[in-house]
């Protein structure tokens, strides 16, 4: 499951350290290239995992072939991150909601999520706030959905 507390911007900027190290970093490089504390560096190294950018060697963080990738044009990195997040959760299931009526709020993302036992905190009032954080740092920023401040909390783009 992605990380609640990575945005967009930190796994970009990790792939991006990593591209300018020759594709190989190793972590003391991240931490001071991305001026983050170990918690925050371990969540976007886990986050570039997830989504296939990066992954932990014996030499430390190397980007893969979809990471490289990644360090093209503005255009493709969006593009990347959008096709990717789209498979993962809570994203996929948005989508999915999304997909029937063409908006979904975060309640419903949240409901379905519960009933599929995906969950990012067990104090409901918690993982609602991560869910809805997730979505909005992640999915609006890679152009999956557009906030619609009237009725529907995410419309599909």
Do not use: C
């Amino acid at each position: 499951m992605m990380p609640a507390n990575v945005k967009p911007g930190q796994v970009l900027e990790l792939a991006e350290i990593v591209g300018g190290a020759g594709g190989t970093a190793d972590v003391r490089q991240l931490a001071r290239g991305l001026k983050a504390d170990l918690t925050v560096l371990l969540e976007a190294i886990q986050a570039a995992e997830i989504l296939g950018l990066a992954r932990a060697t014996s030499e430390g963080i190397k980007l893969t072939e979809a990471g490289s990738a990644l360090l093209g044009t503005h255009d493709n990195k969006v593009k990347t991150l959008r096709d990717t997040i789209a498979t993962l959760e809570p994203f996929r299931t948005a989508l999915e909601l999304a997909s029937r009526t063409g908006s979904v709020t975060s309640k419903e993302i949240v409901k379905a999520l519960d009933g599929k036992e995906v969950r990012w905190d067990y104090r409901h009032e918690e993982n609602d706030s991560i869910v809805n954080s997730l979505m909005i740092n992640w999915s609006i920023s890679v152009g999956l959905f557009k906030y619609e401040k009237s009725g529907a909390f995410l419309k599909l783009v």
